[in-house]
């Protein structure tokens, strides 16, 4: 279920993510945590590329494929 989301621009906001991701090897990796991003300087699809980093990063390559993604405000 989504919530409908609204940020104030030109302010950093916090942001909770999930990703999940499966190598060709098997592996799953799920990364979760809080991300600070400025609505006014970041897109989605920035934040989501930034978020794919982390899992390549803790991976240590960047082959996989990306199973579920979420992005929303950490706020209720």
Known sequence: MST???VAAGKAVGFHYILTAQTAAGDVLTVSSVATFDPAL???SQAYQEIR???????GHN?????????EPDQF
């Open 53 to 59: 980093a982390i899992a390549a990063d803790e991976l």
């Open 63 to 71: 082959r996989f494929s990306v199973l579920f993604f979420s992005l």
């Open 42 to 44: 970041f897109s989605r």
């Open 4 to 6: 409908p989301t609204s």
